[in-house]
């Protein structure tokens, strides 16, 4: 017989199908469609591993047979032939070697035990070698008892395994399908009880490494289910001791690799093991600290191995757990310390082996050992840590280095402008993405300024959207350094010329092609909503007039359901221009996507079998977070959220017509964000009419979700007109479809028609419509939705910054309600509540839950009692769940007082001011300080749901959530929110009779603006005049005024907001109420309290004149019913005097009456 030809023969059949073989690991599913062939083959080779026919000692090759043999053991149980896993079809086992016997007899038990399949006899699969000195006592013996005596039973060789090592892996495999923790810790003891009786020789490295390994996966076993956390732990600890002899061993020279590799792994074990040991709630923070400490060391450790070996998995698993240990120790500043050497090794250990799958992960670890060395100043140490990261990390993610890089040389004080010359950055976003970083952490303010306009240079030269945030940002920053108001606004007027701009040249385009999709077909040009007429019959329209012709000539927002803007107030652009800046836009469009496809179809598929789902979708949300966009030639929701944004801020801002036009743009914009989801709708209904698909939830003809958002019939609502395809299909789909005949649909869904629709929720298809979303989620899954960057109500990317834009849209509805634009105020808590969607529970049902408490007061105020009762429902029953909700903030404060003890910090509040550097002519200069609107927190939502139930009369809630809004404030440092909350428990002791309780909220409030400064004088004056002390409420009065007018802009020459002015005019009507309760009690002894009497009506006269300057008609209005109704009161109880004694009355007669 000719073995060798036979050993060949396998090994040659075993490469021809090992890709196979390495696929099913992965998608074990294929296994099932294998060819009868492949399954015979391994069947047939089975003879040659065992048995009559087995190959020769000399010819037999461990790794070979055990490959075949668990290859036909994995194809077979796929097919459902479980007889393989008997004890008869595994003789195999008794000719391999240990490492071979070891991998065989884990994956059999694996097996076993998922098919509920008893396990093989180890007693019949002892090694050959063993067979004739064991053969009487297995003979005696019960079936499946240990195969061999242990080792060292007997005065034996304790360096002999004799076969235990399946034991040892059927024992260690079979952890995870015990019933409970006991049957658990039985197979532990008889793991560990086989592995004690064995002591490997020192200079067998295969038998050293065997030893490592056994110790370590059993270890590993431990930690999971269903054993004890604590109990898991202790006896996983005790295996990884066992397998390093000891915890800080040093790396043994002349090992192998795999005794290196499995050592690493040891560690990483020994890390683990500590960091499940922490306990939070039941340990100090000092134990808490030192188990981390000691886990990251052991890691550390993990990762030289790593480095030693140029293992890629190892350093990848030893580099990421490193940083989820490190994350709590990086918030004090004492501790970072301690993590520059393991944050080194980590990043030294990723570079060795050349990682690349997740580059923002490693970009992320130089970041943090940035942070740590930059606490001491050690800018060289940053510098040369900078010099080996540029080489490993991917050009693609290099941006983050340039940014740290650049942020060293500011520290340093060395030119920024060079460096930054030097940048091998083509994107417009990512040198402006550096710039931002470098003007937030200078600390002067000149280069501040010049980092804000070097960005927002290159955004705008390259035509980038992200220059729309820049400049509210940098509006943002002006304001609080004190800056004209008018620079202020320039930006905000250039970021909404932008987008405005976009929404022009989109309308001429639909005018000039004359190519409108809801238009084709149908006679009277019906609109997709209501009409024009319908509108104006409904004596509820009105049109946003603002700075500039564009703004000027914006839609009545009863009209918003419209595409187009039928009264434009401008000439009409030229059609060229408009059709080829789109032409332009969409030809970038399908160049971008075809590059990306491009590069997807080349590089992304060598990388599928290694990276996870997640990391391939982290990695693509931070690459498209810091590549250029193309600019739309349409806006989309997310733009119109910008805009109501853009548009609110300005209403702040603006004196008089400007601020009425600046907030009635921002409420029609924000009808805009729904009207753009619904004509997007509309649209992909079309196409996919058009392309023949016809989703099962699609609606059938003859319904249409109107203003009720149910489907409803409706007699020709979706019509279908079959005419042939003469380029409907080719605007609608982008390819000509000669085949099919063009569909044109009536809109199958549509806003509100009237402002007061928008009170009810019920009237909002995209809220009550289960279609809309399903149209759009289809027509996105056939690509019909033009543009990369297309948005809609519900998308994850409606909203670019939802914290942000949740206290916009709070000061927005205020200031709407200040107006009386009540019915204006509708649409923006439609998009309020599209917002709370945002947020993950429970913040996410808070901030609905003030949108519903809003929307209920409004709707009553303007007699919508229907829709006010909805909303009502809805408040009351998830205002009751909030405070149940409290508890589970317990940890994350937890965290943030860690983060403020590490950054030195006490739990002080944040300070009221900066102070500038100045140079030694100009003296230094107070800046507000920053208000970080990064991320929103519950007790910022329950703050201001603590406001609106006092005006609810939900006067404990409100208590009960204001008292734990504290906590929080003060946990974070948050002195902006302590201060709104401090006036509120103010306004809710004043409720209650509380003088004193009132003075005392108030008494440490050192800063505030204008509308809070007016409250606060307000309070006290109140207060002091309760407890009789009215010199104490005058002075109140009297300072917080002149303290007002101080901080004007108009007593620095400049215009100032509607708002300064309502708050001034506010101090001053309190000062006349005073003076009129004076009066009231005063005698009329003299000509002089007429003359007082007199005054008061002046002074009135001019509050008055000062409203209606700064267009605050319904605080004009306000302010004088709440004089005459001061006044009367005074003067009837003066008739009351006169007519009881008239002779004490001194000059007041019944004629001056």
């Not at 020279?253 to 795999?258: N, R």
């Amino acid at each position: 017989r000719q073995w060798w030809m036979v050993s060949n023969g396998l090994a040659c059949w075993w490469n021809l199908h090992l890709e196979l073989v390495s696929l099913s690991h992965e998608r074990p599913q294929l296994l099932c469609r294998t060819l009868q062939e492949y399954q015979e083959g391994l069947r047939t080779m089975q003879k040659y591993l065992s048995g009559d026919d087995a190959l020769p000692k000399s010819e037999f090759d461990h790794r070979i047979a055990v490959s075949i043999a668990m290859a036909n053991i994995n194809v077979s149980v796929e097919m459902g032939q479980l007889n393989v896993l008997d004890t008869d079809q595994l003789m195999v086992l008794k000719r391999l070697a240990e490492l071979q016997r070891k991998d065989l007899m884990a994956r059999v038990t694996e097996l076993c035990k998922k098919k509920e399949k008893a396990l093989p006899d180890l007693a019949r699969l002892r090694p050959e070698r063993l067979e004739a000195g064991a053969a009487p006592a297995a003979a005696g013996g019960k079936k499946g008892a240990p195969a061999a005596p242990p080792p060292g039973a007997g005065g034996e060789d304790k360096s002999d395994l004799q076969g235990n090592e399946a034991d040892i892996v059927m024992a260690t495999v079979s952890i995870p399908f015990s019933k409970d923790s006991v049957e658990a810790v039985k197979l532990v003891d008889q793991a560990v009880g086989f592995l004690n009786r064995w002591e490997p020789k020192s200079n067998d490295e295969t038998m050293l490494t065997l030893w490592v390994e056994l110790w370590t996966r059993l270890g590993r076993r431990c930690l999971g289910k269903p054993m004890n956390s604590n109990e898991g732990a202790k006896y996983a600890l005790m295996c990884a001791i066992k397998g390093l002899e000891k915890v800080d061993a040093p790396i043994p020279k002349y090992a192998s690799q795999d005794r290196l590799h499995w050592r690493g792994a040891c560690h990483a074990l020994c890390g683990e093991v500590f960091m499940q040991l922490v306990d939070p709630q039941k340990q100090e923070k000092e134990s808490i600290i030192k188990l981390r400490r000691m886990s990251v060391e052991q890691f550390e450790r993990c990762c030289e191995y790593a480095t030693t070996t140029m293992n890629t998995s190892l350093a990848a698993f030893g580099a990421t757990n490193l940083w989820n240990v490190a994350l709590p120790l990086m918030h004090s500043a004492e501790t970072r310390q301690i993590l520059i050497g393991p944050f080194t090794k980590a990043t030294r250990a990723l570079a060795a082996v050349k990682y690349q799958e997740d580059p923002f992960f490693f970009a992320g670890l130089y970041r943090a050992l940035f942070d740590c060395y930059a606490d001491t100043g050690q800018w060289d140490s940053i510098h040369e840590m900078l010099s080996e990261a540029f080489p490993v990390i991917p050009a693609s993610c290099q941006r983050r280095l340039w940014a740290l890089r650049m942020l060293a040389l500011s520290a340093q004080g060395k030119n920024v402008v060079v460096a930054m010359g030097k940048m091998k950055e083509s994107q417009a976003k990512a040198q402006a993405n550096i710039w931002l970083v470098l003007a937030g952490a200078s600390s002067k303010p000149v280069d501040q300024l010049s980092a804000f306009v070097k960005a927002i240079e290159i955004l705008q030269n390259a035509e980038q959207p992200d220059v729309v945030e820049v400049r509210l940002q940098f509006a943002d920053w002006l304001l609080r350094n004190h800056f004209h108001t008018a620079d202020a606004r320039e930006q905000l007027a250039a970021a909404a010329d932008m987008l405005l701009e976009i929404e022009e040249d989109s309308e001429d385009e639909e005018e000039d092609v004359g190519d409108d999709l809801y238009r084709g077909g149908f006679d009277g040009g019906e609109s997709s909503c209501v009409s024009d007429e319908q509108s104006q019959s409904d004596g509820k329209s009105f049109t946003g007039q603002s700075r500039t012709s564009r703004r000027s000539s914006r839609m009545a927002p009863s009209d918003a359901g419209t595409r187009k803007s039928k009264s434009r107030g401008h000439g009409k652009r030229s059609s060229g221009r408009s059709v080829s800046r789109a032409s332009s836009a969409r030809s970038s469009r399908s160049s971008a996507r075809q590059r990306s496809v491009t590069g997807r179809s080349t590089s992304g598929r060598s990388r599928t079998s290694k990276r996870s789902g997640s990391v391939k979708s982290k990695l693509s949300k931070q690459k498209k977070a810091e590549e250029d966009d193309v600019l739309s030639s349409q806006l989309y929701s997310h733009n119109y959220e910008a805009l109501c944004r853009i548009f609110a801020t300005q209403g702040r801002l603006a004196m008089g017509v400007d601020a009425h036009s600046a907030l009635c743009s921002a409420a029609h914009f924000a009808i805009r964000f729904f009207a753009s989801t619904v004509e997007l709708a509309n649209t992909a209904a079309q196409k996919l009419a058009v392309s023949q698909v016809s989703p099962q939830t699609m609606l059938t003809p003859g319904d249409t979700v109107g203003a009720g958002g149910s489907a409803s019939p409706a007699s020709g609502a979706m019509k279908r007109a079959s005419t042939k395809s003469m380029g409907t299909a080719s605007s609608l789909g982008g390819k000509k479809k000669e085949d099919h005949d063009a569909i044109h649909l009536m809109p199958s869904f549509a806003v509100p028609m009237l402002l007061s629709d928008w009170a009810r929720e019920d009237a909002w298809p995209w809220v009550t419509s289960p279609h809309l979303p399903e149209v759009l989620k289809l027509a996105e899954q056939n690509d019909l939705l033009e543009g990369d960057s297309c948005t809609w109500a519900g998308h994850p990317e409606a909203f670019s910054r939802p914290s942000l834009s949740f206290h916009t849209l709070m000061r927005l509805e205020a200031d709407l309600e200040d107006q009386g634009y009540h019915l204006l105020a509708f649409p923006v808590l439609a998009l309020h509540l599209q917002l709370a969607q945002s947020f993950q529970a429970p913040l996410g049902d808070a901030v609905a839950c003030l949108a519903h408490l809003r929307l209920s007061r409004f709707a009553a105020e303007c007699r919508l009692s229907g829709a006010a009762e909805i909303a009502t429902a809805r408040w009351t029953e998830s205002l009751r769940s909030i405070p149940d909700s409290f508890s589970s903030f317990d940890e994350e404060r937890e965290q943030v007082r860690s983060q403020r003890a590490g950054r030195g910090n006490t739990r002080d509040l944040e300070p009221d001011w900066l102070e500038l550097p100045r140079n030694q002519q100009v003296p230094s200069k107070q800046a507000c300080a920053p208000w970080s609107c990064g991320e929103l927190h519950a007790y910022e939502v329950w703050a201001a749901i603590s406001k609106e139930c006092i005006l609810h009369g939900e006067v404990w809630m409100a208590h009960a959530l204001a008292d734990e809004a504290i906590k929080h404030a003060a946990d974070y440092g948050d002195r902006r929110t302590m201060r709104e909350l401090c006036i509120t428990k103010a306004r809710l002791a004043r409720a209650e009779g509380q003088p004193g309780e009132v003075i005392k909220n108030l008494k440490d409030i050192k800063a505030a603006d204008g509308e809070q400064a007016a409250q606060i004088g307000c309070l006290l004056a109140d207060a002091y005049r309760q407890k009789g002390q009215s010199v104490l409420a005058d002075a109140v009065l009297r300072d917080t005024c002149s303290a007002v007018q101080m901080a004007s802009p108009a007593s620095q020459g400049q215009h100032g907001s509607a708002r300064e002015i309502q708050a001034e005019c506010a101090l001053r009507a309190e000062k006349v109420r005073v003076e009129l309760n004076r009066l009231r009690l005063a005698l009329v002894a003299t000509q002089d309290w007429l003359s007082d009497l007199h005054s008061t009506f002046v002074t009135h006269s001019e509050i008055g004149q000062e409203l209606h300057g700064a267009a605050l008609y319904r605080c004009r209005v306000t302010s004088c019913i709440h004089f005459v109704k001061d006044v009367v009161g005074l003067l009837e109880a003066k008739r009351t005097d006169l007519i009881r004694d008239p002779a004490n009355s001194g000059a007041l007669t019944f004629d001056q009456f």
